[in-house]
């Protein structure tokens, strides 16, 4: 499975942007999609995940009500739909997949096997 992660760029803050990641394998509901972001200076960090079909998805408590995920598995493409940006989510995304990930490793970045090259997004105040 290789991903291709997308959609980055620069916005003002209130803004909204989307990123997609493609996977060139099937990434199907068998797999745990996730994204992750670094910023800057940062350890690598949990954003938001999605198992399955995309009914169960789950959210960092600083993006959970602004951002979310989901995916087609027909296609093998996950998305992360960005609102309300804010500066402090300016930061490389990062989009993986992995398969038997369980519930209380599913915000660990080491519990992911594929990884997308990331996408930089910058938001401006």
């Known amino acids: 499975v290789q991903l291709q992660a997308s959609g980055g760029g620069l916005v003002q803050a209130g803004g909204s942007l989307r990123l997609s990641c493609e996977s060139s394998?099937?990434?199907?509901?068998?797999?745990?999609i996730a994204w992750f972001r670094q910023a800057p200076g940062k350890e690598r960090e949990f954003v938001a995940a999605s198992r399955g079909n995309g009914g169960n998805t789950y959210y960092a408590d600083s993006v959970r009500g602004r951002f979310t995920i989901s995916r087609d598995n027909t296609k093998n493409t996950m998305f992360l739909q960005m609102n309300s940006l804010k500066p402090d989510d300016t930061a490389v995304y990062y989009c993986a997949a992995g398969q038997r990930i369980i519930l209380s490793s599913l915000r660990q970045a080491s519990s992911y096997d594929y990884w997308g090259q990331g996408t930089l997004v910058t938001v401006s105040s």
């Open positions: 394998g099937r990434a199907d509901r068998r797999y745990t």
